[in-house]
């Protein structure tokens, strides 16, 4: 199935071919046979052969996405997605991965994406879960410590931090 997860998701054509309602059942699978059968086995042939006889070919991405994650739970695979402010070097991401993949005992497989935004360090967003260790998150953070402090209430608007454990007059 991984080379029907490859042309479905390089060939947006084939997908509306095989929704066509005005191209017949048999032309379709006749199609799919030729594309698919070279390079599949007949059971991954059938299968799909058999979504465009019961008219179901409107969800095989997500039947197809769903393939793809057990096949990487299966295999031991990860597909973190990596942000980070800059262009990462070719050290850099292999750096990153060793560690990943050293910490989560899997293989990774990682996507790159660059957001300015972060202003620095990373952020993995990797098996529902999220490591944030960019600078915008340590900055905001900061901001939420700064702002906790407390208005006494004195009408002097004596204001007290607890990190700075002093009073400032506002």
Known sequence: LIFIVETF????????FLISPIINKSDKQDVL????????EITSVDFIK????CGRMNII???LNQFVIIFDKKNNIAKPIITSAVELNENQ?????????SKL????????????DI??????????KTIDFSLKSKFDNMKKTFSKGYRSNSSRGLYCHPFFNMSIIT
């Open 9 to 16: 998701s390089s060939n947006s054509e084939l997908k509306e």
């Open 33 to 40: 046979g030729k594309l698919f059968s070279p390079h599949c």
């Open 50 to 53: 058999m979504l465009v006889d």
């Open 61 to 63: 991405n997500e039947i």
């Open 93 to 101: 991401k292999e750096t990153i991965l060793a560690k990943l993949s």
């Open 105 to 116: 005992s899997k293989t990774i497989k990682p996507e790159y994406v660059v957001n300015p």
């Open 119 to 128: 202003i620095g360090g990373l952020i993995i967003d990797i098996e529902d």
